[in-house]
């Protein structure tokens, strides 16, 4: 079993950055899609940003010229670079791999392993 453990995340004012990163536990994630997605309180899953094995990527509209996702394979790690973050960014940020339809796991969640979350708190 592939384990994903997110770190970075925490508290920022509005207009500042974080650097997510998710550690693999199993260099197979190299061969995988692998993204994030992120859940506030009382609102819908919502998918940030997912990176094909080769470093190809797709964003959320929402999150379009602000976030980078980027990968180091070598590393077994992915990252995600926020910046001009504001309070619609808070929410619990989850890492995930093994997207078995690609880019449409940014949508769908089809994901077939995650982690457990790390939060992110932009205040006003």
């Known amino acids: 079993q592939v384990q994903l453990v997110e770190s970075g995340g925490g508290s920022v004012q509005s207009g500042g950055s974080l650097r997510l990163s998710c550690a693999a536990s199993?260099?197979?994630?190299?061969?995988?899609?692998m993204g994030w997605f992120r859940q506030a309180p009382g609102k819908d899953r919502e998918g940030v940003a997912v990176i094909n094995p080769f470093g190809g990527t797709r964003y959320a509209t929402s999150v379009q010229g602000r976030f980078i996702i980027s990968r180091d394979n070598a590393k077994n790690t992915l990252y995600l670079e926020m910046n001009s973050l504001s309070p619609e960014d808070t929410a619990m940020y989850y890492c995930?791999?093994?997207?078995?339809?690609?880019?449409?796991?940014?949508?769908?969640?089809?994901?077939?392993?995650r982690g457990q979350g790390t939060q992110v708190t932009v205040s006003s």
């Open positions: 995930a791999a093994e997207c078995s339809n690609g880019y449409s796991c940014l949508v769908d969640f089809n994901w077939g392993r």
């Open positions: 199993d260099p197979i994630v190299r061969n995988y899609y």
